[in-house]
């Protein structure tokens, strides 16, 4: 199972601090941390990502310091994975100046182009993270970005959530917790769920204990618990993001990754058996437990580069379908399509051959983040 090897603010942050929060003397589910607290402590929740969309938003690649003599092709399957989804509702892609016309050449008028200072393409950490609130207001949570641990050039990526807050004109809800997008996945009822590894870790929030960074986590996204896995630290650059490892489907099913191999004592493959024990012990909020859903990896690929992320999991949701990458094993493109179907009748299931971001150690939903109807 392989990962992603080590490869202008304008709005106005609102501080928030951990004193809303407490926890619950009593908790019994050691693997989570439960707040004593409403749901939203701000009045907002993040929506699960099946929920209705305004809109897509994407990041255009435009640094040969990060992508080398794969950016052109990386740029044509961002463009391609940009223009799928654009087929079911608009989408919103960041560009710096310089690389306008490439993408312009590349999306043509199907696309809103928008300037800004992009490093790179990974629009599920660096943009913000939209909140709504029961009367129907937009804002944008925030979670610092920092390069995943100071590990790539970030300059103009960690100010992209407060521009895009900007730009839809909404408030900016500030965790003051250093993280990305990736690293968390929410219900949209009041659970989230995360690798400590990509967390609780010196890299982005030294002298925070679990515990505070849940607190904060749940203020902004309107949450109650967060149910933890341990993830694993330094094996590739997000120090082993939730959502290359499991996903709600809806607040009663979890989908999670595995290899197609077996191979004790390798990282990925005791990360994988890792996490599936650990989802076995969560119950959701009615006290049931998970369903349980085993996307596993294809046994082939096209490519064979050491940072290939060949997953499944990695999928986006959008209005009316469900974006997936196919690797070229039949068999298990096939299996893995018809299990999103069985997850999501209702909605068409699209795949795509993202071979050039797949070797970068991302996937569709790495690339994009929804902003929720209201």
């Not at 929030?205 to 949450?223: F, K, Q, T």
């Not at 690797?327 to 795509?352: H, K, M, N, S, W």
Request: proline content about 5%; hydrophobic content about 40%; some cysteine.
């Amino acid at each position: 199972m392989r990962r992603r090897l080590l490869r202008l603010g304008l709005a106005t942050p609102v501080a928030l601090g951990l004193s809303a929060c407490g926890f619950d003397d009593g908790d019994d589910e050691p693997a989570s941390s439960s707040m004593g607290v409403d749901v939203g402590a701000l009045g907002f929740r993040m929506p699960a990502e099946e929920e209705r969309h305004e809109a897509t938003w994407m990041c255009f690649p435009g640094r040969a310091d990060v992508w080398g003599r794969d950016l052109r092709d990386v740029q044509a399957t961002i463009a391609t994975i940009g223009l799928t989804i654009a087929e079911f509702e608009p989408v919103r892609m960041l560009v710096a100046p310089d690389d306008r016309g490439r993408a312009l050449d590349l999306v043509g008028d199907d696309i809103e182009l928008i300037d800004a200072p992009v490093d790179d393409l990974w629009a599920r950490d660096t943009l913000a993270l939209f909140v709504v609130s029961d009367d129907g207001e937009l804002a944008a949570g925030r979670v610092r970005f920092n390069g995943w641990g100071d590990k790539q050039v970030h300059d103009g990526d960690e100010t992209l959530a407060a521009l895009v807050a900007d730009i839809v004109g909404v408030p900016l809800l500030d965790s003051g917790v250093v993280g990305e997008g990736g690293g968390l996945e929410t219900d949209g009822e009041g659970t989230l769920l995360a690798a400590r590894s990509s967390w609780v870790n010196d890299n982005r929030n030294p002298g925070w204990s679990e515990d505070e960074i849940a607190i904060a986590l749940a203020e902004v996204l309107g949450a109650e618990r967060v149910l933890w896995v341990d993830g694993i630290a330094g094996q590739d650059i997000t120090d082993g993001h939730i959502d290359t490892l499991a996903r709600f489907a809806d607040p009663a099913t979890i989908v999670h990754e595995f290899p197609s191999y077996v191979d004790p004592g390798e990282t990925w493959y005791d990360v994988a058996v890792d996490t599936a024990a650990a989802l076995e012990e969560f119950r959701a909020l009615d006290g049931e437990p998970y369903e349980l859903v085993r996307l596993e990896q294809p046994t082939t690929t096209r490519r064979n580069d050491p940072s290939f992320l060949p997953s499944y999991v990695n999928y986006y949701v959008c209005n009316d379908a469900v974006v997936m990458s196919e690797f070229g094993d039949t068999a298990a493109d096939g299996r893995a399509r018809e299990q999103l179907a069985e997850r999501y009748p209702d909605r068409e299931i699209v795949a795509l051959d993202i071979d050039p971001v797949a070797a970068g150690g991302g996937g569709i939903h790495c690339a994009t983040q929804q902003q929720p109807a209201v």
